[in-house]
Structure formats: C-alpha cells, structure tokens
C-alpha cells in the first residue's frame, strides 16, 4: 500500500486561514487522526477514507498551491506523494503530536503546526521537539476557546521563541474574536495573527469540501 493513501476527501477552494487565506489551493484530506479535541470542525475524517493511488490523487489536484491535511496526514507515509508534488508549494497541517522531522528535508514543503490548547483536551500529546524545530516559512497555530487557552499560548511562545509567524485562531463560537484582540493589545504581542476561518463566513460552518 505504499503507493496508495486513505484520502477522505479532494477539493479545490481557496485557502480559508494560514499564510494563504484567501489564496486559491487544492486540498488532500486524508483519513485518520490520533487525537481527539474537543472542539474538533472535521471528526468525519476520523474514519471514513478511501484507498487512492499516488496518480489518481494527482490527477485532481488543479492549483499549484497544495493544503495537505486530515484527520493527522503524518500517520500515513506521505513521502511518495510530497516526491511527486516537487513543482507545488505543499502546506502540511499536522497537530503537533507527531513528528516532523522525517520530512524537513523536502524544500517545497512548509509546515503549520498545531500546539493543542487546555480546552482541547490534547495538550499532553505535544511532542515538544515539533515547536523546536519550526522554521522561519512554517506556521505556529494555536486554537482558542478560553482565557486559559490565550493565557497559554503566551507561555509557550516565550518558552519556544519561534522563529516563524504565530496564528491564533478563535474556536468557532466558542469565543469573540474582539476578546483575542484586548488580549494581544493587552500584552502588546506584536508577533500574533489573529485568523478568521474564512470558510465558516463564506459558506456555511459544517459545509465539506470548501
């Protein structure tokens, strides 16, 4: 089966937060997550994949923008497919619980890592070596829903002094994003992003496949 991936899902949309929201990208959603947060948007991908050979995935990929994602897309072995995505700018969003090393060699590749908050209930699960090896063009991201969850992303990003930006993304009805705002002004972080999934605004919250 090396060869082949448990895809959930392949579309086209554009980017809904990150470096390129807004930007067009095609996605690879892959099956499977190790994790399970409270507030998770895509439980659907815990399971339910289809067997997809390198090719045939490939072959629906439009734009040379590419968001790798699931579920966790690191518990598959994704090496063939990122050889054969060279000439793309290939995004891997993965939750921080396993390891990126294994793929800080592909020059087309970047990361958006996920530091799990209290809220989620994974914040244990971090494997810590992840945040240390984060690069200037990866991506830092953390998910809030609470004051606790803001307070403690501020303590690790001054534990790990990350090179790369830092986005902080509000869980979906869970908390305004004015209150992110007075909490950045509050302590002056100048290195955060405040991120809307734009996604959840253009389409409806639970839409698939945008």
């Given at each position: 089966m090396k060869n082949k991936l448990?895809?959930?899902?392949?579309?086209?949309?554009?980017?809904?937060?990150?470096?390129?929201?807004?930007?067009?990208a095609s996605f690879i959603r892959l099956c499977g997550c190790n994790l399970r947060c409270s507030y998770c948007d895509t439980t659907y991908a815990f399971t339910?994949?289809?067997?997809?050979?390198?090719?045939?995935?490939?072959?629906q990929l439009r734009y040379r923008n590419?968001?790798?994602?699931?579920?966790?897309?690191?518990?598959?072995?994704?090496?063939?497919?990122?050889?054969?995505?060279?000439?793309?700018?290939v995004n891997i969003e993965t939750n921080g619980?396993?390891?990126?090393?294994?793929?800080?060699?592909?020059s087309h590749v970047w990361f958006t890592v996920d530091y799990k908050s209290i809220s989620s209930g994974m914040t244990t699960a971090m494997?810590?070596?992840?945040?240390?090896l984060l690069r200037p063009q990866d991506v830092l991201k953390f998910v809030v829903g609470t004051h606790a969850d803001l307070e403690q992303?501020?303590?690790i990003c001054a534990y790990f002094k990350p090179s790369c930006p830092i986005y902080i993304s509000a869980v979906f009805a869970a908390i305004e994003p004015k209150e992110i705002?007075?909490?950045?002004?509050?302590?002056?972080?100048?290195?955060?992003?405040?991120?809307?999934?734009?996604?959840?605004?253009?389409?409806?919250?639970?839409?698939?496949?945008?």
């Open positions: 448990y895809v959930n899902e392949l579309f086209n949309s554009i980017d809904g937060e990150g470096r390129r929201a807004g930007e067009l339910e994949g289809t067997p997809m050979a390198v090719e045939e995935i490939l072959s590419i968001t790798l994602t699931g579920g966790e897309p690191l518990l598959q072995d994704v090496h063939l497919l990122l050889q054969r995505l060279q000439d793309r700018d619980s396993v390891s990126i090393r294994p793929y800080l060699s592909y494997k810590e070596e992840n945040f240390q992303a501020r303590k705002v007075a909490y950045m002004e509050a302590y002056r972080l100048m290195n955060w992003r405040l991120q809307l999934q734009l996604h959840k605004y253009i389409w409806p919250p639970t839409a698939r496949g945008v």
